[in-house]
């Protein structure tokens, strides 16, 4: 019923950047929290970041600094601007949105992932 379209990810060296972004698609009534999670080798999936509708962040404490997330409301799109990459950044950046489907129900639905590589 909603999907969500990664881009962005890539290979960069320590210190670079790189931006990811996220565009959500169907039956959106509303979106309430977008955000973005990682998942490296060997490891659970843990949270990036994540916005609300109306604009709180939060921000895991090995990226606070370094990254923002952003969303356009209007457009259902969220983003994630990287900067100063460490190869401990090195993971498939997941998107993800909850909210609720024009029919009222609520949704959580995740993106196909996107693969971001840090070289030291």
């Known amino acids: ?61 090995s990226v606070k600094g370094r990254f923002t997330i952003s969303r356009d409301n209007a457009k259902n799109t969220v983003s994630l601007q990287m900067n100063s990459l460490k190869p401990e950044d090195t993971a498939v950046y997941y998107c993800n949105a909850q909210g609720l489907t024009k029919w009222g129900a609520p949704f959580g639905s995740w993106g196909q992932g996107t693969q971001v590589t840090v070289s030291s």
């Open 1 to 61: 019923q909603v999907q969500l379209v990664e881009s962005g990810g890539g290979l960069v060296q320590a210190g670079g950047s790189l931006r990811l972004s996220c565009a959500a698609s169907g039956m959106i009534l509303k979106i309430n929290t977008m955000g973005w999670y990682r998942q490296a080798p060997g490891k659970q999936r843990e949270l990036v970041a994540v916005i609300t509708l109306g604009g709180s962040t939060n921000y895991a404490d």
